[in-house]
């Protein structure tokens, strides 16, 4: 049963601590549309949802061709672990609902500084206090495929607001900070993800990449991935994020289509200094290589936006993938045009140095740092993010510096 077929989107704009009413957002069968409030538009401080997709104008907007709705307002909705906590609650089948019946059944708590609700005039947000344990104990019940119990589940709530497909849950410290708990989950037989990714955001960290504070603790005898929220400005407010998959404009369904290059290219257009993204997302597509992660979607990218400019937010989801082979590719192209190259491979990534305004030698330059920096700090890395010796073992022979990334390239370490 349908919830609503009309909501109201608030936002928090920048600066402020309480959110205002933005506009509404309506569906009509399959299609979302978003107007404007016209006492949003009034505001001197208002700023675009998103000014590619939904410009401060007056009168309905309907999604670019393509879409079913504005990426952005898809980007505040639950993604896969979500949308199943919300398909459980509800008892419906996978994918069965409503695109509002998604938002409004989750957490307020969400990705980015927007909300949705049924009231324009008064907030209430729909979030429920929890321990880690509590909110630990309901992950591992739903992704065994267990029942909850009201209280349980009430505290899942906390997490199905949030993107991506593994177990997950927002934490608030006693000091208001706010973390994302990332859970093992029982697909994960190979290696810990946890610790793999805790590790890895380590090396990025050491290496001199942008990426959130992270560590590994333990809850009812496992361990847990805690990474602070850097849509948060630790005053109250929420930062503004889009993903790249927003920046694209592409549905979820053509997202393997979406290149490096696509989203660089939106970057640079709204970015504050041109010249920065182009040699950073280079930097974060060698990463991914150089640690075998080929989950490097477009979904796990992300800019703030301000209402005029573009940012590459900290790197995020650095977790090894689970291969067998030798050889491998990224989840999109790092090379222009429709055959663009995907091979995990760091001589391949130095050929389209150019593209990311970069000569070869400040491309190789990049890469080698990179490699340095990962074979020197691998120990400190593994023992920070309490990595097994087994574990470290796995990783270090398969997935960190895989041999393939390095055929016909030889890295001159520093």
């Known amino acids: 049963m349908t919830i609503s077929d009309e909501l109201y989107v608030w936002t928090w704009l920048p600066g402020q601590t ?16 978003f107007i404007y409030g016209l006492r949003y538009r009034a505001r001197p401080d208002a700023i ?7 410009p401060l104008r007056p009168g309905t907007q309907e999604p670019v061709d393509g879409l ?17 906590v919300v398909e459980r609650r509800r008892g419906a089948a996978p994918n069965s609902l409503k695109e509002i019946d998604y938002m409004l059944s989750s957490s307020s708590n969400r990705f980015g500084a927007l909300d949705f609700q049924v009231d324009r005039e008064e907030y209430v947000p729909r979030d429920e206090s929890a321990t880690l344990d509590e909110l630990h104990r309901a992950a591992i019940i739903l992704d065994e495929g267990g029942e909850l119990s009201a ?12 993107g991506g497909a593994r177990p997950k849950a927002t934490l608030t410290d006693e000091d208001g900070s706010e973390w994302l708990a990332k859970f093992s989950s029982s697909d994960d037989r190979v290696f810990s993800v946890v610790n793999a990714e805790g590790a890895m955001l380590e090396l990025a960290r050491r290496a001199g990449m942008n990426v959130p504070e992270s560590k590994v603790i333990s809850s009812l005898g496992k361990e847990v991935l805690l ?39 939106v970057l640079r257009v709204y970015a504050d200094d041109p010249t920065r993204p182009g040699p950073e997302l280079f930097q974060r597509i060698a990463m991914n290589i150089a640690i075998s992660n080929n989950d490097d ?17 900290p790197a995020y989801d650095l977790a090894p993938g689970q291969r067998s082979g030798d050889t491998f590719d990224q989840a999109m192209s790092y090379g222009r045009g429709d055959r663009g190259t995907k091979v995990s491979n760091f001589a391949a990534l130095v050929s389209e140095s150019e593209t990311y305004g970069l000569n070869a030698a400040e491309g190789r330059d990049i890469i080698d740092h990179l490699v340095s920096s990962i074979r020197d700090n691998w120990d400190d890395a593994a023992e920070v993010a309490r990595l097994s010796a087994a574990d470290k073992q796995k990783l270090q022979g398969k997935q960190l510096l895989p041999r393939a990334a390095f055929f016909d390239y030889k890295p001159e370490l520093l």
């Open 18 to 33: 309480d959110p205002v009413v933005a506009g509404r957002v309506e569906q009509i069968g399959p299609i979302v549309t």
């Open 227 to 265: 990474v602070r929220r850097f849509d948060r400005d630790g005053a109250g407010g929420r930062l503004h994020v889009v993903s790249g998959l927003t920046m694209a404009q592409t549905d979820e369904m053509y997202a393997r289509y979406v290149s490096y290059p696509q989203i660089l290219d």
């Open 297 to 313: 979607h477009a979904r796990n990218h992300a800019a703030f936006w301000d209402g005029k400019h573009l940012e590459l937010t």
């Open 48 to 54: 675009s949802l998103f000014t590619p997709e939904l």
């Open 68 to 84: 079913s709705i504005a990426g952005v307002l898809r980007d505040g909705s639950p993604d896969r672990w979500g949308r199943g």
């Open 151 to 162: 209280s349980l589940d009430a505290a899942m709530m906390h997490g199905t607001s949030l």
